[in-house]
């Protein structure tokens, strides 16, 4: 994964991040530039968005009218501005908006998490950062919830975090999401649930006062989005999966291109080969391989640590940790076509 690490946002433009270190971590944390050794010590709230350049930024509104007296303006336009985290004294402008945005600091976004799980002490801190230039602020929390399946046999394990994020342009609501994470790759699994909801969101129009209980509600935090969630991994557990099984699942997926543009066949190929590998050779599968589990298991595995990133690398991150709604997507179509297929 070294090829995917990223300097932080004042050099690359992309991501400034601080995590929590430890044995085993989600897909994203290996963008990290600053990390806490979780052997020493656990960071507070405030410390780890120092570490992330995430405080004071003091974000606002300024109207584009005082900037440019000599025109009419038609409509009430205002810029996005925050202080510099990197250069005191300095100004970035992060987004033109209308007149109904509502701005939301940093320090806000994060007293939100807290709130959403009462503070609960076996509920960690566990990252923190910003994409794009500081237009996306996120931060993860590892919840005390684990789910083994066969713990006799595969003991495969699949951890919770609790992920928060929002946007200072505009593109992106202020989104809390659950997360699932399988331990022995460390791919997310962001999958949709029938009956418990995994995210909830509130428009940039709004603030996010007086949300809380309804978050909660949303997310079920406690016990719904993840009881859904386990029996659903556990049916695909159980469910058998030969080579031919799984030849003809993948085939199916991703059928081999009609006509060879622009290399298509050979990507296919490398394609097939790489979740071939992924299923039954690689040491991350090797304990669920046989099941409808591992078959999701090295789909996912491959969107999460062997795409090719759009912009430059940080839809990687962003995909990874489940702030990006189409690789989300794309997980919800794999497990449906698994499911139908196997």
């Known amino acids: 994964m070294s090829n995917l690490a990223h300097k932080s946002e004042v050099e690359k433009g992309e991501v400034s991040f601080a995590l929590v270190d430890s044995r085993q971590k989600p897909a994203w944390h290996s963008f990290a530039n600053h990390v806490w050794d979780a052997d020493v010590e656990t960071p507070t709230i405030q410390q780890i968005m120092d570490s992330a350049k995430l405080s004071n930024w003091n974000v ?4 584009v009218a005082d900037l440019v007296p000599t025109y009419n303006m038609v409509s009430d336009s205002y810029l996005v501005v925050r202080d510099n985290p990197y250069n005191d004294g300095e100004k970035d402008v992060l987004a033109t908006v209308g007149s109904r945005y509502k701005e939301v600091q940093n320090e806000d976004l994060f007293a939100f998490a807290q709130n959403l ?10 990252s923190a950062g910003s994409l794009k230039g500081g237009r996306v602020v996120f931060g993860t929390w ?10 006799k046999g595969a003991n495969d ?25 399988r331990v022995r790759c460390q791919n997310t699994l962001n999958f949709a649930m029938k009956r418990a909801k995994q995210s909830f969101k509130i428009r940039h129009t709004q603030t996010v006062d007086g949300k809380i209980a309804a978050a909660r509600e949303a997310l079920g935090l406690s016990v719904a989005y993840f009881d859904e969630f386990s029996k659903q991994a556990q049916t695909l557990f159980e469910t058998k999966v030969d080579d031919a099984k799984f030849s003809k699942i993948i085939n ?11 290399g298509s066949i050979k990507k296919w190929e490398n394609k097939v080969l790489l979740l071939d590998e992924l299923y039954h050779n690689s040491n991350t599968n090797a304990n669920i391989k046989g099941t409808a589990w591992g078959v999701v298991n090295a789909l996912t595995e491959r969107l999460d640590y062997f795409r090719t990133a759009r912009k430059g690398g940080d839809s990687l991150m962003a995909g990874a940790s489940g702030f990006d709604p189409v690789i989300t997507a794309e997980k919800n179509k794999i497990v449906k076509q698994v499911l139908a297929l196997a």
């Open 142 to 151: 590892s919840i005390p919830n684990t789910l083994v399946l066969d713990p």
């Open 117 to 126: 799980h009462d503070s609960n002490p076996d509920v960690k801190v566990d």
């Open 60 to 63: 606002r509104l300024e109207p």
């Open 157 to 181: 394990q699949t951890n919770l975090y609790l992920v928060i994020y929002t946007s200072h342009d505009g593109s992106v609501a202020v989104q809390t999401a659950i997360t699932p994470v």
């Open 252 to 262: 199916t997926m991703y059928p081999k291109p009609e006509l060879d543009k622009k």
